[in-house]
């Protein structure tokens, strides 16, 4: 079993910051790519950033210069910097990550969290 654990939402005014946290947990074989999607009221998830295990990054024109992805792979984590938040930043934010399992450590499954929810608002 693998589970995706994310912390650090919250309500923030506009302007402020926030720092969400996932970790990947359970039989894990290996972690490719880690993301962060989002999902407003009434919308589509959405992808915000993604980490290869390179570190190399992507992130969705809204939030480039505000928000930093980042990854600990001894920990297992990938971390979201959010800075200078708009409200329409609120959401309920996603952790996805591409892994592989010791019982299939050759086949590459997608794993999400359960979500966090982040609230901009004054």
């Known amino acids: 079993q693998v589970q995706l654990v994310e912390s650090g939402g919250g309500l923030v005014e506009p302007g402020g910051s926030l720092r969400l946290s996932c970790t990947a947990s359970g039989s894990i074989f290996r972690i490719y790519d880690m993301g962060w999607y989002r999902q407003a009221p009434g919308k589509q998830r959405e992808l915000v950033a993604s980490i290869a295990r390179d570190d190399s990054t992507n992130y969705t024109n809204t939030v480039k210069g505000r928000f930093t992805i980042s ?8 971390y979201l910097q959010m800075n200078s938040l708009k409200p329409e930043d609120t959401a309920v934010y996603y952790c996805n990550a591409k892994l592989t399992n010791h019982a299939r450590p050759m086949v590459p499954a997608g794993y999400w969290g359960q979500g966090t929810q982040v609230t901009v608002s004054s």
């Open 71 to 78: 990854r600990d792979n001894a920990k297992n984590t990938v």
